[in-house]
């Protein structure tokens, strides 16, 4: 909030600066309270997919339906962190490989032509669920958008190279 002294001119304007500031900060209040009613009401969803999945009598089936779970808690939970402003990113050594293989044989197993082309192994420091999260984005963009993607990954400069090549428009 602005002090309003001075010439008239500059008052008029710190009330219009002080009267859009409280606007502002209402609305972002506003989207604040929505976001974290919408995230803790996903929970209940959650949960009950998460009892519907114990019934599913193929082992390997369940498994990847309680992991896409395991991983949409994850989300919401970490969005409500955020928005309660006690957000820490996990930040770990990890295989990043590892994770683009896991993450282009989920889009395999969907029934798309993605496949991986890089190293085995590169170990690098990160967030496990924010790049999961990140490359998934990259991947299903590329198998909406194009033909054939490919996500290759490699080392140069003591940095990981990713990218992520497809066929088609655009």
């Not at 949960?47 to 193929?58: F, G, P, Q, V």
């Not at 889009?107 to 967030?127: E, I, N, P, Q």
Request: with cysteine; aromatic share 6%.
């Amino acid at each position: 909030q602005l002090a309003g002294t001075g010439p008239e001119e500059v008052r008029k304007a710190t009330r219009a600066f002080n009267r859009m500031q409280r606007r502002i900060t209402e609305m972002a209040s506003q989207r604040t309270r929505m976001l974290t009613s919408v995230s803790h009401d996903l929970r209940t969803p959650i949960t009950r997919m998460r009892l519907r999945a114990e019934y599913i009598e193929s082992s390997e089936t369940k498994a990847k339906l309680l992991r896409d779970l395991d991983q949409m808690e994850a989300m919401v939970g970490g969005c409500l962190d955020y928005l309660r402003g006690g957000f820490q990113q996990e930040v770990v050594a990890l295989d990043l490989a590892s994770l683009l293989q896991a993450v282009v044989d989920q889009f395999g197993d969907m029934g798309a032509d993605a496949r991986y082309d890089g190293v085995d192994h590169l170990s690098v420091l990160g967030s496990p669920d924010d790049l999961e999260r990140a490359f998934s984005n990259l991947l299903d963009n590329a198998v909406k958008y194009g033909e054939s993607p490919v996500v290759r990954l490699w080392e140069s400069d003591a940095a990981a190279v990713g990218e992520f090549v497809r066929r088609g428009p655009g």
